[in-house]
Nanobody, 116 residues
Framework: QVQLVDSGGGLVQPGGSLRLSCAASGLLFNVYTMNWYRQAPGKQRELVASITSDGITNYADSVKDRFTISRDNAKNTAYLQMNSLKPEDTAVYYC??????????WGQGTQVAVSS
């Protein structure tokens, strides 16, 4: 059974940092592209960052130079390091593992709140 477990969210002040983790099990982790999405209240889910099986990364313009996605294939875990957080980063963050339309899995989400 495939499982993605998101963790690391919380409440942080503007300018602060958080590190999200996505622990995967039940899949061949190293062949999957790992993505982080977020969904703010009243807004559509948006892709924040992705990392391919080859380690190629891509970021939404709104988080470039502030967020860093990484993966540790030995630990079957993906990470999202978030620095210089802004109130507009407040959202539920979801980990996604994608290989093909049939192999597309989601974590349960972790809440990030940026507020003073």
């Amino acid at each position: 059974q495939v499982q993605l477990v998101d963790s690391g969210g919380g409440l942080v002040q503007p300018g602060g940092s958080l590190r999200l983790s996505c622990a995967a099990s039940g899949l061949l982790f190293n062949v999957y592209t790992m993505n982080w999405y977020r969904q703010a209240p009243g807004k559509q889910r948006e892709l924040v960052a992705s990392i391919t099986s080859d380690g190629i990364t891509n970021y939404a313009d709104s988080v470039k130079d502030r967020f860093t996605i990484s993966r540790d294939n030995a630990k079957n875990t993906a990470y999202l390091q978030m620095n210089s957080l802004k109130p507009e980063d407040t959202a539920v963050y979801y980990c996604n593992g994608y290989y093909s339309p049939l192999y597309d899995y989601w974590g349960q989400g972790t809440q990030v709140a940026v507020s003073s």
